[in-house]
């Protein structure tokens, strides 16, 4: 069985140059996980952050599972921690550190097990003018496809 991906953030790899990623785990309650599976979630403007030597998750929100009482009472964007091994967290604190160096979600996911697992991202931001040369380039790939196969 295939990994089933939840939610994306489709805006990463435009305002990001990602350098590395990792598989992490989320700890997540019974309701959350059964929303994920609806695939009721966001990752707009969700990033991490290493905290005494553990990593989680802020700003994603998962919508609550309508169909159960206790997720009334949770907080669709709590701060959520992720399940990463602690040579992992080191490296990741390190770079962190580094200027420019930040950690966001690249994508939710099921693995084959039925785990749920993000993969994370260590970027850097891109300049205003690097994003308009991207755009430049591909405007330019685009129109010489478009010569080439009318020929």
Known sequence: MPQKIVCTNKKAHHLYNIEETYEA???????EVKSLRQGRANLNDSFARV??????????HISPYPHSREAQNIDPTRTRKLLLRKSEIKRLAGKVQEK????????????????AKVELALAKGKKVYDRREEIKRRDLE????R????K
């Open 25 to 31: 785990g989320i700890q997540l309650l019974g309701c």
């Open 51 to 60: 905290v005494n030597g553990e990593v989680f998750l802020y700003n994603l």
């Open 100 to 115: 420019g160096y930040t950690l966001i979600p690249l994508k939710i996911y099921f693995n084959e097990r039925g785990l």
């Open 142 to 145: 685009r129109e010489l496809k």
């Open 147 to 150: 010569k080439f196969k009318i």
